[in-house]
């Protein structure tokens, strides 16, 4: 089924917006477009030639080969795929180095540049970088080879992705490849990384930490904090220099808040910090988005420009009290909604920018005011959204893939590599202020026992990496199933009964400090005891609805279609439905906030407030009004 953002004419250069919003220099170029493509059925292409020769079909990147948009739509299993593509890189870089980056492959990738193995990454949903110093520079040729390797049956981090040949249940049609931008970028030598902007309403400034390639005597950074970012679209006019800020040393910027400078020679990760007067303080919430635009510079011992990115921040705090978890300072309900981040052409690539942003303002007008980005790492450009549209997101793993079979006492069996990719993760998204939790895990299905067990040492090994990495947001160990971490910041559970009574029954304990859980079978625990953490119903609802199918279509058929509990007779009861079960939810003033199954049909789940293509299946009006109460939790 086509997907209403697909353009009605190819594109030239199909998602050509950039990347990476938050650190973007002038000078890059996308390599989307059409690559050479060959399927390697058996992972023998290295023994048999493929890195050395022309490949036999042709692919649009940045579309996985599984999906309409890359023009392959091969759904099979694919053991390893092939890309081949010659470029020249741009003449006017000369005197720079040349980065290839990758924004996600799924899921083992070896990359060669002119025959030279410049890069190999494990994991489907993090991005990666080749350095081709020495390899190419600019005004050259070069042929870039990549080889995508998906085992069917390894233990590794897929997500939704369906280890069987069909559909089925809650799994869906596999990605496999390149399937996130693939680009150029042109930088110095010596040169900024991707600082961590860490917002600091108490201090009323931004905290930043600048790490470098390298120290230079008399080197300075320099960061300017202005009242919004430039061109209101980091990457839209890349290419440009930033106005008033590149290669001046003296004078203010236009709309200038704040700015700093500190010694680039001493310390790897330079620390600048950039207070924001009381007057221009504006808090990032879901009502005022505001987003600050942030400048960085690098700046040699005569203060000329020798590198230079531009960004943004956003300024808002998170804070726990008991029960309570806070957004500066304020108890703000947290209307989720499941987004599962599939389209029905291009699978786990949004067909356009367009789209990425409709799915927002779709779950803006049916009431909620967030996401669960479910089993899967959203590309960066939905993050940017999310941050200047003010939508509260939880980031989240794909780490289904776990599961062996063995049993419910030792059947979770994720390796090390869940705990790296997860870092990954973590490092690339800490500046976006949407992002008010992590959860690594979701529905880790383990009962607890006496044995210390696999699943118990990456889970607690996940968790501690993300407070390692992120101090200033709650992280939830698991959600729903089996909290193995007593200390979690954040307890939930999954609840799908259908009835509002038995529903709002099930969780009312929470006050007691009984809140429901989920347990495996009549009573056997999954989870360590609750320990008076904030608590919400991370999953619940998933009302089927399938208007389009006939009468007779009834039962649980989950290769067609199904959601959870039986299917309502007409609209008017999903609706009542939908409101006893947000209700119940509304009225618990123990509860700080609850995520709805789901805002797409996809595939077979036919459970969405949207189709599977977005377009309308109930009165979304009447879902926003239902949560559009105030929450008892929100109320003094």
Avoid at 24 to 50: C, H, K, P, T
Avoid at 71 to 100: K, N, S
Avoid at 123 to 141: H, Y
Avoid at 327 to 334: H, I
């Amino acid at each position: 089924m086509p997907s209403p953002h697909t353009p009605a004419v190819p594109m030239e250069t199909p998602r050509p917006e950039h990347p990476r919003p938050q650190f973007v220099r002038e000078e890059w170029m996308s390599l989307n477009g059409e690559w050479e493509f060959e399927i390697d059925q058996a992972d023998s292409g290295l023994e048999r030639g493929l890195r050395d020769r022309a490949l036999n079909s042709r692919i649009v990147v940045p579309f996985a080969p599984e999906s309409t948009l890359s023009g392959v739509g091969i759904t099979d299993f694919l053991e390893a795929v092939w890309y081949r593509r010659t470029v020249t890189v741009p003449a006017g870089w000369v005197g720079r180095r040349v980065l290839l980056h990758f924004q996600a492959v799924d899921h083992d990738t070896t990359v060669w540049v002119n025959g030279v193995e410049v890069a190999r990454h494990r994991g489907g949903f993090t991005p990666f970088t080749a350095d081709l110093g020495g390899v190419v520079e600019p005004g050259e040729e070069m042929t870039v080879v990549v080889r995508a390797r998906d085992p069917r049956h390894a233990v590794q981090a897929r997500g939704k992705q369906s280890t069987t040949y069909a559909n089925s249940g809650v799994h869906y049609t596999r990605t496999t490849g390149i399937w996130q931008t693939v680009w150029l970028e042109a930088v110095p030598e010596v040169r900024l990384r991707r600082p961590r902007i860490t917002p600091d309403v108490a201090g009323s400034a931004f905290h930043l930490e600048v790490p470098l390639t390298a120290n230079r005597p008399g080197w300075t950074v320099r960061a300017v904090l202005t009242d919004a970012p430039r061109g209101g679209d980091p990457g839209e006019d890349a290419g440009t220099a930033a106005e008033g800020v590149a290669g001046e040393t003296t004078g203010q910027v236009a709309g200038e808040v704040a700015r700093a400078k500190v010694r680039a020679d001493l310390d790897l990760a330079p620390r600048v910090v950039l207070r924001v007067p009381a007057d221009r303080v504006r808090l990032w919430c879901p009502e005022d988005p505001h987003l600050y635009g942030l400048r960085l510079e690098l700046l040699d011992t005569e203060g000329g420009l020798v590198d230079g990115v531009d960004s943004y921040a956003g300024l808002r705090s998170l804070s726990v009290d008991g029960r309570a978890l806070r957004l500066n300072g304020r108890p703000v309900f947290q209307r989720l909604v499941l987004d599962q981040g599939y389209w029905p052409d291009g699978l786990m690539t949004a067909p356009s920018e367009a789209a990425l942003v409709a799915d927002i303002e779709l779950s803006r007008e049916a009431g909620f005011n967030g996401a669960r980005l479910h089993q899967k790492v959203f590309e960066e450009r939905f993050l940017y959204h999310a941050d200047r549209l003010g939508y509260l997101v939880w980031g989240e793993f794909g780490d289904w893939g776990a599961s062996t079979g063995a049993g419910w006492e030792d059947n979770q069996q994720p390796t090390a590599s869940f705990v790296t990719q997860w870092l990954e993760a973590v490092e690339r998204d800490y500046s976006h202020p949407s992002i008010v939790g992590w959860c690594p895990l979701n529905e880790t299905h383990q009962v607890i026992h006496d044995r210390v067990t696999t699943l118990d040492d990456v889970t607690r090994a996940m968790f501690l990496a993300t407070k390692a990495a992120d101090t200033t947001r709650p992280v939830l160990d698991a959600s729903g199933y089996s909290h193995r971490v007593a200390e979690s910041d954040v307890y939930d559970s999954h609840l799908y009964e259908q009835d509002p009574e038995l529903f709002a029954e099930q969780l009312s304990g929470l006050a007691d400090g009984r809140p429901y859980t989920n347990v495996f079978g009549a009573d056997v625990a999954m989870s360590l005891p609750y320990r008076g953490q904030p608590y919400f119903c991370s999953e619940f609802g998933g009302i089927w609805w399938d208007p389009d199918a006939a009468a007779s279509a009834g039962g649980d058929d989950n290769a067609v279609s199904w959601g959870y509990g039986a299917r309502p007779a007409n609209e008017e009861e999903l609706q009542s439905r939908f409101a006893g079960l947000v209700g119940a939810l509304l009225d618990n003033p123990e509860m700080f906030g609850y995520c709805y199954t789901q805002l797409t049909d996809t595939f077979q789940e036919q459970n969405g407030v949207y189709r599977f293509d977005r377009s309308r299946k109930l009165d979304v009006a009447r879902l926003r009004a239902a949560q559009s109460r105030p929450a008892a939790y929100e109320r003094p």
